[in-house]
Each structure stands twice: as structure tokens, then as C-alpha cells.
Nanobody, 126 residues
């Protein structure tokens, strides 16, 4: 059974940082790309970042470029999202997903990902 479990969310002040983690089990993680998505209340789900299974290819949404860094540890079975310079607009439930093998030009399409975690809440507020 494939499971993805996110952690690391919480309340942070504007300008602060958070590191989200996604623990993946039940699959050979090294064969899969992993994406991070977020969804705020009343808004559509938004792709944030993706890291490929090979070659270290990473992709970021424009809103994440320069502020977020995605990384993976295939031995530990984890994918992390380091977020900095957070603003209230970053508040959302952040979810990780996998099932695709690479982060191609369509990496931001949620339909490409088969397995999803439950998400972790990130709230940016003073």
C-alpha cells in the first residue's frame, strides 16, 4: 500500500520559514518524481514544485521560485520542501503526490499524480 505522509506545517509569521517533509512508503521512491501542491480555502489546487526521479530535475511555480527549495532523500524515503520569505498568500494545505516518473512540461497537472498525502496546514499570519 502506497502512503504519503506530510509533516512540518504550522503557524509562522510573514517573512518566516518552514520545512515540510513528505515520507513515502510502499513504492520504490527512487523511480518516481514527487510533486508538492497547495490549496487554500475557496481556491483551486495549485502546483508548487516537482523533483524528478533522476538527474535532479526540479520545477517550481513562479510563486515559489527563489523562495522554495525541493529536495529528496531516496534512502530515507522522504521529499522536503524548504520554504522561506513566507507571505500570507502562501497559507494553504500543502500536499505531496507521486506516481509520475519525471517532472516534464506538464508537471503541474495534478491528474499525472496517482498517490496523494492528506496534507499539512501552513498558516502565515502575524
Amino acid at each position: 500500500q502506497v502512503q504519503l505522509v506530510e509533516s512540518g506545517g504550522g503557524l509562522v509569521q510573514p517573512g518566516g520559514s518552514l520545512k515540510l517533509s513528505c515520507v513515502v512508503s510502499g513504492i520504490a521512491l527512487e523511480r518516481y518524481a514527487v510533486g508538492w501542491f497547495r490549496q487554500a480555502p475557496g481556491k483551486e489546487r495549485q502546483a508548487v514544485s516537482c523533483i524528478s526521479s533522476k538527474f535532479g530535475i526540479v520545477m517550481y511555480a513562479d510563486s515559489a521560485k527563489g523562495r522554495f527549495t525541493i529536495s529528496r532523500d531516496n534512502v530515507e524515503g522522504t521529499v522536503s520542501l524548504q520554504m522561506s520569505s513566507l507571505t500570507p498568500e502562501d497559507s494553504a494545505v500543502y500536499s505531496c503526490a507521486t506516481g509520475s516518473t519525471r517532472c516534464g512540461t506538464t508537471w503541474s497537472e495534478a491528474s499525472l499524480y496517482t498517490y496523494w498525502g492528506q496534507g499539512t496546514q501552513v498558516t502565515v499570519s502575524s
